[in-house]
């Protein structure tokens, strides 16, 4: 299995909303992380998981909150957006190597439109 | 600050032809590259890599070339075909670390 799997496809909330995105995969990746992507720009790295502790957090917003419960699953819980967060949201998975390249794995992503 | 850019926002090419698509990096300390490619509404797919210490890797039709010294990396595709039309980033990294500095894409439309 090769696949990191994102739900929901789409999501529309207003912005006294809750909801969470969710990503798996099988592949064994011990390192997880969340993209955002906005029209016409490159993904933006937001959080790092390695070994289910958060690495990275590139001074994302309160708002968004993640939350890696297993090696496999991995969730970004949203709270109070701001409609300027509508983008897509990317979840990727790979391999932990030190010192080595650690090729990237996407998924499909969860486009997000905050009213 | 931009460190990766692609300053192509787009190319079209003909099928069979050769697609070139540039890459260039400012910060020197990167030593691994890699090209992926994404259709609309999906994430990016991971096409080839090259580590620093190469001037080259082929895979198939595709193939990477890195030139250290110009801070310039290229994708060559041979041939290409209309399958591959879509968007394609550049990344640059340190191994060993997890970031990713993507370039901003570009458009690639391989005409029938």
């Known amino acids: 299995d090769t696949e990191v799997t994102q739900t929901p496809k789409h999501l529309v909330m207003g912005m006294t909303n809750k909801k969470s995105l969710k990503c798996e995969q099988h592949?064994?990746?011990?390192?997880m992380y969340w993209y955002k992507q906005k029209a016409k720009k490159p993904p933006e790295l937001m959080f790092v998981?390695?070994?289910?502790?958060?690495?990275i957090n590139e001074s994302v917003p309160s708002r968004f909150s993640p939350e890696c419960p297993n090696s496999s699953l991995l969730n970004l819980h949203l709270h109070a957006l701001q409609p300027e967060d509508s983008a897509l949201y990317l979840c990727?998975?790979?391999?932990?190597?030190?010192?080595?390249?650690?090729?990237?794995?996407f998924g499909p992503g969860t486009r997000l439109t905050v009213l | 600050d931009q460190q990766v850019k692609q300053n192509s926002p787009s190319l079209s090419v003909q099928e069979g032809r050769i697609s070139i698509l540039n890459c260039d990096y400012t910060?020197?300390?990167?030593?691994?590259f890699l090209w992926y490619k994404k259709y609309p509404a999906e994430g990016p797919t991971f096409l080839i890599s090259?580590?620093?210490?190469?001037d080259k890797n082929e895979d198939g039709r595709f193939t990477v070339f890195l030139n250290k010294s110009a801070k310039h990396l290229s994708l060559h595709i041979v041939p290409s075909q209309p399958g591959d039309s879509a968007v394609y980033f550049c990344?640059?990294?340190?191994?060993?670390?997890?970031?990713?500095?993507f370039g901003t894409g570009t458009r690639l439309k391989v005409l029938a």
């Open positions: 990727a998975s790979s391999q932990v190597l030190a010192g080595g390249p650690n090729e990237q794995f």
């Open positions: 592949m064994g990746h011990r390192a």
């Open positions: 998981y390695s070994y289910e502790k958060l690495s």
């Open positions: 910060n020197s300390m990167f030593d691994y």
């Open positions: 090259i580590s620093s210490i190469k």
């Open positions: 990344a640059a990294t340190f191994s060993g670390t997890y970031k990713y500095i």
